[in-house]
């Protein structure tokens, strides 16, 4: 049995750990992965964080890779996406066994003119 209180609760621990994670990523990978959720979401009309992992640079790591939660977080404040108003996709990355993953609807996406 849920009630509301359950969900208060359950919400505040997912804001404590996601300030926690954030606050021990590393800088320089906090740094490259908002550059690269604003290179996908220029690139990409829509996307999901396997797209965004994609796009950071391979010398930027960190112990935490859930750190890129708040990063992600930034990214809607700062109006650069937003839930896409479909389905979950499928992770494309092995370590997350095909698990649902959000897809984001990107707000500054640039598209190319045809050549």
């Known amino acids: 049995m849920t009630d509301q209180g359950d969900l208060f609760d359950a919400r505040e621990a997912r804001d404590e750990a996601m300030d926690r994670v954030d606050k021990h990523a590393d800088i320089d990978w906090l740094a490259e992965a908002q550059k690269a959720v604003f290179k996908t979401a220029t690139e990409m009309p829509y996307f999901t964080s396997d797209d965004v992992h994609e796009r950071i640079d391979g010398n930027a790591s960190t112990h935490e890779p859930r750190a890129l939660g708040p990063v992600m977080l930034r990214a809607i404040k700062d109006r650069w996406m937003m839930k896409a108003m479909c389905p979950s996709a499928p992770s494309r990355r092995k370590s997350l066994h095909a698990s ?8 500054i996406f640039k598209q190319r003119a045809k050549q």
């Open 100 to 107: 649902p993953r959000t897809v984001w609807q990107s707000l």
